[in-house]
């Protein structure tokens, strides 16, 4: 089995500043992509960024410039800085893995269980 376990959200003023983390771990073969979804009240879940085995990275356009994603030199923990921080940045973010497992090398979507950012003064 692969495990995301996320940390890092909570309540936060218009302007301010979260740091998100995402830790995989379990059977892991390969990491193919790592990243962050969100999922605001009666809204879809999005792609919030992504980065992926390489290296190259993605963002949402509501959020480029102001969130950065990273990941640590072992590529099983993943890092979202969020800046200047926007009441429509409230939602549930979840960390996504795009894994292949060691068990029988299957392709995996992994997801985390959510971790509620609040944006509001």
């Known amino acids: 089995q692969v495990q995301l376990v996320e940390s890092g959200g909570g309540l936060v003023q218009p302007g301010g500043s979260l740091r998100l983390s995402c830790v995989a771990s379990g059977s892991i073969f390969s990491i193919n992509a790592m990243g962050w979804y969100r999922q605001a009240p009666g809204k879809q879940r999005e792609l919030v960024a992504e980065?992926?085995?390489?290296?190259?990275?993605n963002y949402a356009d509501s959020v480029k410039g102001r969130f950065t994603i990273s990941r640590d030199n072992a590529k099983t923990t993943v890092y979202l800085q969020m800046n200047s921080l926007k009441p429509d940045d409230t939602a549930v973010y979840y960390c996504h893995g795009d894994i292949r497992d060691s068990d029988y090398y299957r392709s995996l979507d992994a997801w985390g269980q959510g971790t509620l950012v609040t944006v509001s003064s």
């Open positions: 980065i992926r085995f390489g290296g190259r990275t």
